[in-house]
């Protein structure tokens, strides 16, 4: 048997059939590196923005917490880590009371639930059509990141009555 002689195209037409399914391959392994590396900043997005809400939530010693200027200070953030991609990121913020003190009758224990809803635009060809969220020919897959964290109070003497 001589080698190299009648297969000339035998291995460009093995190449032609094997080459799209690796290269698929390929870019659903990018692709998912792209998706964890947003999870992890809608993530951290969600847990700043409850720690900042929650710092900032009530005024008065037991008071009960403002939303509106939770997501004031929370707009603020978002426009400053963001930028002119702020608009298309959801914030979500929901109060929870989680239960009362016994010892001080008039404090509530409450907590605030943050809500990211975090889009993540596909960049490669082809991983569309499993990753990303409805409607697929946008490209675009939401990544929604919650995080709950107490709301900090202040007690005064007078709270005990």
Do not use: C, W
């Not at 947003?38 to 929650?54: P, V, W």
């Amino acid at each position: 048997m001589k080698f190299g002689k009648k297969r000339g195209g035998q291995v460009t037409a093995e190449l032609m059939l094997i080459l799209p399914v690796f290269m698929l391959m390929i870019f659903f392994v990018l692709e998912y590196g792209n998706i964890a590396y947003h999870t992890i900043i809608a993530n951290h997005a969600s847990y700043e923005f409850a720690r900042i809400g929650s710092l900032v939530a009530v005024k008065k010693p037991s008071g009960r917490p403002d939303r509106t200027v939770v997501m004031q200070k929370i707009n603020q953030a978002k426009l400053k880590v963001f930028g002119s991609k702020a608009g298309g990121i959801g914030v979500n913020v929901k109060v929870e009371t989680t239960g009362a003190d016994p010892m001080y009758k008039k404090h509530r224990h409450e907590d605030l639930v943050v809500t990211v809803t975090y889009p993540v635009h596909l960049v490669f060809p082809g991983t569309s059509y499993v990753l990303a969220s409805e409607p697929r020919r946008e490209g675009i897959r939401r990544i929604s990141a919650t995080t709950r964290m107490p709301i900090e109070k202040m007690y005064l003497s007078s709270d005990t009555k």
